[in-house]
């Protein structure tokens, strides 16, 4: 009986001049999005989206959107032609599909079409009399009732819903340019890449491996905790970056209480390099304020130092168990935790410096090759587009196989 589905706009209302940018970006996000359902018929008006469904299944097609950033709400909808008879019972499905004994209910029309044959008020108590009539026990109420059926004439139809469904709000992925996510393997960045996306953002992944010290599992694990954002921005770029010439220099000629900077002034140093080859326009990290060594204010400081890029820190004031919280909702906790070193985590010295000095920092760089690691690491990359999660399941499988 849904006929189709319609999307409410989020802040997209806000963005004026630009409000059109901004709807055509989301417009192509949930033609990506549905791709794979060919009988669907999307229409992008400037309040809101309409998606005929034309047989395919709504709460398959909901829980899609759902997901979807630039979307406030989401209803599933009947539509009927300018009949009130049609309305009527249209409107009684919609009732009695959502009814429990005891609940109260209200008819709210708005009507676009003026012309129509029945006002505002005739609709409310036509299509509220006959829903009366039908379920003897149901009590109308105003204010707050249990289930309000809203009713728009417009003039190609009549529109019917109840539901409005929580959309992922904030603003379609790739409205607010291009961001390169250091990932790594841990709980932090997968969280700070899917709240870059939720600002608009077009995340690419940059993961450093260092084979033997990090396994093919701890790379794989990053794959699949970019496979989790997919639903959230479509395809995106897996970047691998080969690190373990440099994390072996950094082991033999640095010392212990500066390893964990000076890792991450290389880490960074590529990083940008990348984002200037691929035109991106910031980094995004999962740094948090005073959670590690390298996190601390000084720290940042002296790390930030090799880069004049903006570095975007999402989670910058958010406490270890929100993030959690988060990690568990976008389904990447569980994969997080598996137990797989990454470059952050080998090679970390017993005493990292929590306050580096920046002279003691460019006087060991001075020693060391810098260009030349950077350039051989930069011809090194391997970028594998990730573009769904359909396999994450058995994958996951697997590697709870392999520790075993």
């Not at 168990?321 to 137990?339: G, H, K, S, Y």
């Amino acid at each position: 009986m849904i006929t189709e589905v319609m999307v409410r706009y989020g802040e997209l209302s806000t963005k004026g001049k630009n409000k059109k940018q901004f709807i055509k970006q989301l417009d192509k996000n949930v033609k990506s999005a549905l791709d794979q359902y060919n009988k669907l018929k999307i229409k992008s008006h400037r309040d809101r989206m309409h998606i005929e469904l034309n047989g395919e299944n709504a709460d398959v097609i909901i829980s899609k959107l759902k997901v979807l950033f630039g979307i406030q709400t989401i209803s599933p909808v009947i539509k009927v032609e300018k009949s009130i008879e049609k309305a009527k019972e249209a409107a009684l499905f919609l009732v009695q599909s959502n009814y429990n004994i005891g609940q109260t209910f209200k008819i709210n029309t708005k009507r676009a079409d003026h012309e129509w044959d029945f006002n505002t008020n005739e609709v409310n108590q036509i299509l509220g009399e006959y829903i009366i009539e039908s379920i003897s026990e149901i009590k109308v109420k105003m204010k707050k009732p249990d289930i309000s059926v809203r009713v728009e004439v417009r003039l190609d139809g009549i529109f019917l819903s109840i539901d409005s469904i929580k959309g992922a709000g904030g603003l379609p992925t790739g409205t607010s340019g291009k961001g390169m996510l250091m990932l790594s393997g841990g709980i932090d960045s997968p969280v700070a890449g899917y709240y870059a996306m939720k600002r608009g953002i077009q995340v690419e992944a940059v993961h450093f491996h260092s084979p033997p010290y990090t396994s093919p599992q701890a790379l794989q694990k990053a794959k699949d905790l970019t496979e989790k954002l997919v639903k959230f921005s479509g395809p995106l770029p897996f970047i691998e970056v080969p690190f373990t010439e440099i994390q072996e220099t950094i082991k033999n000629f640095v010392p212990q209480g500066y390893i964990m900077t000076i890792t991450r002034r290389m880490m960074l140093r590529i990083t940008d390099k990348i984002r200037e080859q691929r035109s991106g326009l910031a980094i995004i990290n999962g740094e948090s304020l005073g959670q590690v060594a390298s996190q601390t204010l000084e720290s940042m400081f002296v790390i930030n130092e090799v880069t004049h890029t903006p570095i975007l820190r999402p989670l910058i004031s958010m406490d270890k168990m929100d993030i959690i919280e988060v990690a568990q909702a976008i389904d990447t906790f569980e994969l997080a935790i598996l137990p797989y070193e990454d470059c952050c985590t080998i090679f970390t010295p017993p005493k990292p410096r929590t306050k580096p000095k920046l002279n003691h920092v460019l006087e060991i760089e001075e020693k060391m090759d810098i260009h030349g690691l950077i350039e051989r690491a930069i011809q090194g990359i391997n970028i594998e587009v990730i573009s769904t999660d359909d396999n994450q399941e058995s994958k996951q499988k697997q590697i709870f196989e392999d520790l075993l």
